[in-house]
């Protein structure tokens, strides 16, 4: 399917789910620019318009990804499409590192109304705006929010480190680790593990993991779910973040049958761990790893 331009499209037609995963990058980015919309509502906040189809609140100080957000209405599309095709209603979905909640919407949209959508994010200046945008698109009752860092264990609480240009950047340190409070903050906040969300919904279906460098202790907490469900899994990883990045990439694909990348164009390529390991080496890989709802 292919979004019309010019006069056989309305600008302001809701774009579909179905448009989003199977319609070219260029003409979804080009679609969600023209319906681009955004109004300032104080402190630091706005309100626009994502994807054509979301409405989403943004700090106006995050430089990084808000400012983005307000002028093109959408991140990633290449993600954005790979999740599209992949995540289907009835599923259950976890978000780790939602932020203020860009792809959680999509997830929530996705799963369905008898799907749900675990979205997990430590940051307590962004879970506000997170929580918000999931209740005014209609998702609060799919959706639960988890104000926590995912990890190894449940138990315990961590230091984390944010910058106010850049809270999706957002990373776990010392517990001796102080901060200029003119440019970040430093929250101690509580761990979690998924196995919550196995007890209450029997599986896991699908995750998406973007933690900042966090994702070997996720990984770690992940363990038995990976063994037993061994669902669809979206990991962002940097081979410069870890100390064996090897053993790493080794043990998550002890899981799975195979392993792609995610491409610019939204398509997922196989790809080698000799590849990951060596090639843009201190850059980030859209790693898709296929579980048992893979074709």
């Not at 579909?16 to 955004?38: G, I, K, P, V, W």
Request: hydrophobic share 45%; proline share 4%.
């Amino acid at each position: 399917m292919r979004i019309l331009p010019g006069p056989m499209r309305d600008l302001f037609d809701i774009i579909s789910l179905e448009e989003l995963a199977t319609t070219d990058r260029f003409a979804l980015e080009r679609q969600c620019r023209a319906q681009t919309q955004a109004v300032y509502l104080g402190d630091y906040t706005a309100l626009c318009r994502i994807l054509g189809r979301y409405k989403f609140y943004v700090d106006t100080r995050d430089q990084g990804f808000g400012s983005n957000i307000l002028l093109d209405g959408f991140w990633e599309m290449w993600l954005t499409i790979a999740i599209c095709r992949r995540l289907k209603p009835g599923m259950i979905a976890i978000d780790v590192g939602a932020n203020f909640g860009y792809y959680s919407l999509l997830m929530a949209d996705l799963v369905g109304p008898e799907g749900r959508l675990v979205a997990v994010e430590p940051n307590p200046r962004v879970v506000p705006k997170l929580r918000a945008s999931v209740a005014l698109n209609g998702f609060s009752g799919r959706t639960q929010i988890v104000e926590a860092a995912a990890g190894a264990a449940a138990e315990g609480s961590v230091n984390l480190y944010a910058t106010l240009s850049e809270p999706k950047n957002a990373t776990i340190v010392r517990k001796d680790f102080t901060a200029d409070p003119q440019i970040a903050t430093i929250s101690t906040v509580p761990l979690w593990t998924a196995d919550a969300v196995e007890r209450e919904y029997g599986r896991v279906d699908f995750l998406k993991i973007d933690a900042e460098g966090a994702e070997e202790d996720i990984i770690f907490g992940l363990r038995p779910i990976l063994a037993r469900h061994a669902p669809d899994l979206v990991l962002e990883f940097n081979a410069a973040r870890y100390k064996d990045a090897d053993r790493f990439l080794t043990e998550v694909s002890s899981f799975y049958g195979s392993m792609s990348c995610v491409e610019h164009s939204g398509q997922l390529a196989p790809i080698s761990s000799k590849a990951i390991l060596t090639k843009h080496v201190g850059e980030d890989w859209l790693l898709f790893f296929h579980g048992k709802h893979s074709d």
